[in-house]
């Protein structure tokens, strides 16, 4: 079987992989632009993709570290604690590494693709493109049971900025603006925390669209606390 290589490099909103949704479409203000390779950049690669709302991005982990051989996974929707195998979870950690992101194509452009609802870090390989087909995709009987329902959020209102930091966000240039503030807001409606960090007393924090921002919980309330903007090297 001949050696995968990418068609394309993603670039998105989230510097590390803590804070990315788990699942694409969770976030629909989380978009990227799907950069192709020059060898792939020529329109004709992407005729006719016009006639279609959705694509499915095949990626690569390029952050994970080697896959370590083991057969079972702990997926966050089982609280971190139950082991799965690692065929019956969409987890990271897998033996060839590779992810599946169904993503809304907002635009084509030339040499790229913006699409929205990404659940990827900045600079992963794509190593294909295909066109999402809701008549044989979308199985109306299908059972998924313990990963069955959507994840719960946050109530708006369950997500304080404090004003000082929204007109820090929304004034900072090129690099803020509603845009930014809304995804950062939808971001914290998310439980990105892993299950087993379930202390009150700690604080989290991760870099998107080049903010550093940190915040803490409170009872069911999520507090932003610091927003800093540190342009990435």
């Not at 009150?200 to 409170?218: L, Q």
């Amino acid at each position: 079987m001949p050696e995968i290589t990418p068609v394309a490099i993603l670039r998105t909103p989230f510097a590390e992989k803590f804070g990315v949704p788990r699942q694409s479409g969770l976030v629909e203000e989380a978009e990227g632009v799907v950069e192709f390779l020059p060898e792939f950049a020529a329109p004709e690669f992407t005729r006719g993709l016009d006639a279609f709302s959705h694509v499915w991005l095949t990626t690569g982990f390029h952050k994970n570290p080697p896959w370590d051989g083991s057969a079972t996974v702990r997926p966050p929707r089982l609280g971190g604690n139950e082991r799965v195998g690692v065929f019956a979870s969409r987890a990271p950690t897998r033996p060839n590494g590779l992810g599946l992101s169904l993503v809304r194509l907002l635009a084509i452009e030339p040499g790229r693709l913006r699409v929205a609802g990404i659940d990827c870090v900045d600079g992963t390989p794509v190593y294909d493109i295909k066109p999402y087909l809701p008549w044989c995709e979308a199985v109306a009987d299908a059972r998924a049971e313990w990963a069955g329902g959507a994840p719960e959020q946050r109530k708006p209102e369950q997500v304080h900025i404090p004003e000082e930091l929204e007109q820090k966000i929304l004034k900072y240039g090129a690099t803020g603006g509603p845009e930014v503030l809304a995804l950062i807001r939808s971001l914290l409606r998310l439980n990105l925390q892993p299950a087993y960090l379930d202390d009150p007393d700690r604080t989290f924090g991760m870099t998107v669209s080049g903010w550093n921002i940190r915040w803490c919980h409170a009872g069911d309330t999520v507090e932003l606390f610091a927003a800093d903007y540190r342009p990435r090297s």
